[in-house]
C-alpha cells in the first residue's frame, strides 16, 4: 500500500532502542538477552525494528514462522549473519521442515510434536528445538503430569533429527502483582520438569533455560536463567505500574526505559468552525465559540482507538489539543485555536514528546480502556514507520 505524504507516521528512536538494550544487558549480567518481534514488533513494525535489534541482542523470538522466514530475507537482502531466531508459537509439521531449512529453531509444546520427527526423517534435515514447560499459566507447554507419563519421551529417540536446545516456560503472573509467589512456584516447578527431561526425554545438562518476559527479568532475579526474552520492555515500556514499583524496590533505582515509538500526523486542513458548530458523526460536540480546528487524517482503521473519544488530546506546538466529537475511521478533529496563530497546515503528536508535554501509549491505552499491549499492537501495519537517530 503507498502511504501518502498527507498521512500519518512512526518513528522509532534509535537510541532509545540501544538505551533499552543496554538496560538488559547490565539487568541479565552474564546471561543473554533476547528480543520479543512478535505482533509486528508490538506495533513498531518487524523489519523496522529489526534493523535496530539485529546484531544488539542475542536472540530474535517470534510467534509465526513467516515472522521467522522474514527475518532471514532481510538478513540476506541486507548481507547481515544469520541470527539465532526461535518460533514460539505454534507450528506445524511442514512448518517445521521449511524453519529446519532456514536455520530457525522451533518450540515443542506437546505430544503432537512427534510428527514434526517423522517429517524431518522423511526430509532428511535436523531442527534444533527448545521444549515448553506449562508450570502453571495454562497455557501451551508439558504439564507435569504429560511429562510422567511420557508424553516427551519420545525426544530420547528422536536425536537423529532434533537437538533439544533450550527448555523454557511463560509466566502467568508477575505484571500484576508486587509480591511474587506464584512465580517462584512456577520456578520451581520448572526445576522439576527440566530434571524430568534430563532423565527421560535425553535433555543434556548444559540445555538453555529461559522463562522471563519483561517483568520477571526486571523484578525477578532468579527467574534471568540463561536467556531474558524482552518484550514490551526493549521498546521501552513498562509491564505495569506494579512492576514499575517493584523493580525501584528489587533494583534500588529505576532502569532506564526510554519509549522507541512517537506517532505523528500533519493536518490535512486548518480552518475556523464559527460558534455553535458540530463537529464529528453523531453531531457530539459543538463548539462553544469560534474554533480553530486541524482535521488530521488517522482514525481507528490507522489503530487510533475510537473509544478515546471525548477524552483524547494531542499535541501541536508542545499544547494539548482536545479531540473534538468522535475519532473516525479515517479523521480526527482537534482544537487548535490556542495552539497555532494561523491556518498553516500543523504536525499533531498522537503519541509521543512536544516540548514540555507528552501523550504515552499508557494515555492513550487508558482512554480506550485496555492495556498498551493492546494499543500497540493494533498500531496499523500500513502505517510509514521511520527510524531515527
Ligand atoms: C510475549 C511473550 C514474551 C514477552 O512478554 P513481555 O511482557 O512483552 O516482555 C516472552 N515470552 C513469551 C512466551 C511470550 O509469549
Same mark, same amino acid.
Given at each position: 500500500?503507498?502511504?501518502?505524504?498527507?498521512?500519518?507516521?512512526?518513528?522509532?528512536?534509535?537510541? $532509545?532502542?540501544? *538505551?533499552?538494550?543496554?538496560?538488559?544487558?547490565?539487568?541479565?549480567?552474564?546471561?543473554?538477552?533476547?528480543?520479543?518481534?512478535?505482533?509486528?514488533? @508490538?506495533?513498531?513494525?518487524?523489519?523496522?525494528?529489526?534493523?535496530?535489534?539485529?546484531?544488539?541482542?542475542?536472540?530474535?523470538?517470534?510467534?509465526?514462522?513467516?515472522?521467522?522466514?522474514?527475518?532471514? $530475507? #532481510?538478513?540476506?537482502?541486507?548481507?547481515?549473519?544469520?541470527?539465532?531466531?526461535?518460533? /514460539?508459537?505454534?507450528?506445524?509439521?511442514? %512448518?517445521?521442515?521449511?524453519?529446519?531449512?532456514?536455520?530457525?529453531s522451533?518450540v515443542a509444546a506437546?505430544?503432537?510434536f512427534? %510428527? *514434526?520427527?517423522?517429517?524431518?526423517?522423511?526430509?532428511?534435515?535436523?531442527l534444533d528445538v527448545h521444549v515448553h514447560l506449562?508450570?502453571?499459566?495454562?497455557?501451551?507447554g508439558f504439564?507435569?503430569?504429560g511429562l510422567e507419563?511420557g508424553e516427551a519421551d519420545f525426544f530420547a529417540d528422536a536425536r537423529?533429527?532434533i537437538t533439544v536446545q533450550g527448555v523454557l516456560s511463560?509466566?502467568?503472573?508477575?505484571?500484576?502483582?508486587?509480591?511474587?509467589?506464584?512465580?517462584?512456584?512456577?520456578?520451581?516447578?520448572f526445576e522439576a520438569g527440566v530434571k524430568l527431561l534430563q532423565a527421560r526425554a535425553g535433555v543434556t545438562q548444559d540445555v538453555q533455560r529461559h522463562?522471563?518476559?519483561?517483568?520477571?527479568?526486571?523484578?525477578?532475579?532468579?527467574?534471568?536463567l540463561d536467556?531474558?526474552?524482552?518484550? /514490551?520492555? &526493549?521498546?521501552?515500556?513498562?509491564?505495569?505500574?506494579?512492576?514499575?514499583?517493584?523493580?525501584?524496590?528489587?533494583?534500588?533505582?529505576?532502569?532506564?526505559?526510554?519509549?522507541?515509538?512517537? #506517532?505523528?500526523?500533519?493536518?490535512?486542513?486548518?480552518?475556523?468552525?464559527?460558534?455553535?458548530? @458540530?463537529?464529528?458523526?453523531?453531531?457530539? #460536540?459543538?463548539?462553544?465559540?469560534?474554533?480553530?480546528?486541524?482535521?488530521?487524517?488517522?482514525?481507528?482503521?490507522?489503530?487510533?482507538?475510537?473509544?478515546?473519544?471525548?477524552?483524547?488530546?494531542?499535541?501541536?506546538?508542545?499544547?494539548?489539543?482536545?479531540?473534538?466529537?468522535?475519532? &473516525? &475511521?479515517?479523521?480526527?478533529?482537534?482544537?487548535?485555536?490556542?495552539?497555532?496563530?494561523?491556518?498553516?497546515?500543523?504536525?499533531?503528536?498522537?503519541?509521543?514528546? %512536544?516540548?514540555?508535554?507528552?501523550?504515552? /501509549?499508557? =494515555?492513550?491505552?487508558?482512554?480506550?480502556? =485496555?492495556?498498551?499491549?493492546?494499543? &500497540?499492537?493494533?498500531?496499523?501495519?500500513?502505517?510509514?514507520?521511520?527510524?531515527?537517530?
Amino acid at each position: 500500500m503507498s502511504t501518502s505524504p498527507v498521512a500519518s507516521w512512526l518513528e522509532l528512536s534509535e537510541r $532509545a532502542y540501544a *538505551t533499552n538494550v543496554a538496560t538488559f544487558r547490565s539487568v541479565a549480567g552474564q546471561g543473554r538477552v533476547g528480543a520479543v518481534l512478535k505482533g509486528n514488533a @508490538y506495533g513498531h513494525g518487524l523489519l523496522e525494528t529489526l534493523a535496530l535489534a539485529h546484531g544488539r541482542v542475542d536472540v530474535l523470538y517470534v510467534i509465526t514462522p513467516a515472522e521467522a522466514l522474514a527475518i532471514r $530475507a #532481510w538478513e540476506t537482502q541486507h548481507g547481515k549473519p544469520r541470527t539465532e531466531v526461535l518460533v /514460539i508459537g505454534a507450528v506445524s509439521a511442514s %512448518d517445521c521442515v521449511e524453519l529446519a531449512r532456514q536455520h530457525v529453531s522451533v518450540v515443542a509444546a506437546d505430544r503432537g510434536f512427534v %510428527d *514434526t520427527v517423522a517429517a524431518l526423517r522423511s526430509a532428511g534435515l535436523k531442527l534444533d528445538v527448545h521444549v515448553h514447560l506449562d508450570t502453571g499459566l495454562g497455557r501451551e507447554g508439558f504439564t507435569r503430569a504429560g511429562l510422567e507419563s511420557g508424553e516427551a519421551d519420545f525426544f530420547a529417540d528422536a536425536r537423529d533429527v532434533i537437538t533439544v536446545q533450550g527448555v523454557l516456560s511463560h509466566f502467568a503472573n508477575t505484571e500484576d502483582v508486587t509480591e511474587q509467589d506464584y512465580a517462584r512456584t512456577q520456578l520451581g516447578n520448572f526445576e522439576a520438569g527440566v530434571k524430568l527431561l534430563q532423565a527421560r526425554a535425553g535433555v543434556t545438562q548444559d540445555v538453555q533455560r529461559h522463562f522471563a518476559a519483561s517483568a520477571a527479568a526486571l523484578v525477578l532475579p532468579p527467574a534471568r536463567l540463561d536467556v531474558v526474552r524482552v518484550g /514490551i520492555s &526493549m521498546y521501552g515500556l513498562w509491564p505495569s505500574p506494579e512492576t514499575r514499583l517493584s523493580a525501584r524496590v528489587v533494583l534500588g533505582t529505576l532502569p532506564a526505559l526510554e519509549p522507541v515509538l512517537a #506517532w505523528k500526523a500533519p493536518s490535512q486542513v486548518v480552518k475556523w468552525l464559527p460558534s455553535g458548530s @458540530y463537529v464529528g458523526y453523531g453531531c457530539t #460536540w459543538r463548539c462553544a465559540a469560534d474554533t480553530r480546528v486541524a482535521v488530521l487524517p488517522v482514525g481507528y482503521w490507522d489503530g487510533y482507538p475510537r473509544l478515546a473519544s471525548g477524552k483524547a488530546h494531542v499535541l501541536v506546538n508542545g499544547r494539548r489539543c482536545a479531540v473534538l466529537g468522535r475519532v &473516525m &475511521m479515517n479523521h480526527l478533529i482537534v482544537d487548535v485555536t490556542h495552539a497555532t496563530k494561523d491556518e498553516q497546515p500543523v504536525v499533531a503528536t498522537l503519541l509521543g514528546r %512536544d516540548q514540555e508535554e507528552q501523550v504515552s /501509549i499508557e =494515555t492513550i491505552s487508558g482512554w480506550a480502556q =485496555t492495556i498498551h499491549y493492546e494499543t &500497540m499492537t493494533r498500531l496499523g501495519p500500513h502505517l510509514r514507520r521511520v527510524v531515527v537517530p
